[in-house]
């Protein structure tokens, strides 16, 4: 957090500084710009907060130290290594395509998942071919939510365009 209030802090070189995007949305960009997510505070909006104020946060705030999964085929279960550093209360995955128009770009999809923290996770790939996004959501008492995302591939076997396709 210290990062932060000393790029603000007054210097002879320096004009200012500002908060970009300090807003809170429901499409992909809140996971990576934005000082809220889905209507709770990312740690970044407590980074801020206390660098203006000076005062700590009250509240936990949500760390991910691990996220890793894997991609597939359309429909396979894939395993999913999540690691935190308290109990959450809820978990939640969602998924990004990157191809298509600007609205089907923008969405956050819910991915179909099981399991929990101490025996796991799996998540379903969805019908999508080629890479995705996929983000963990990791929501904390107080309002507080983490988000942590990695990339996967999933192949669909039926399309015709698919180059690991073989030949009829």
Known sequence: MDGYKNWINIKSA?????????????PFISTWLLTHHRGKYRPQYWAIREAHTGEKPKKFLPNISSFETNGGKVGDWVTVNLALEDEALTIDFFYNQRTGSSHRRNQLNKLVHCGNL?????KKLPAEKGAIKIYANVR?????????NTSV?????NKEDNPTKSPS
Request: with cysteine; net charge neutral; charged share 20%.
């Open 14 to 26: 320096c004009l200012g500084v500002f908060n970009f995007l300090y807003a809170d949305n429901n």
């Open 118 to 122: 101490s025996n796991g996770f799996k």
């Open 140 to 148: 904390y008492r107080y309002q507080n939510i983490g988000v942590a």
């Open 153 to 157: 591939k999933v192949i669909d076997e």
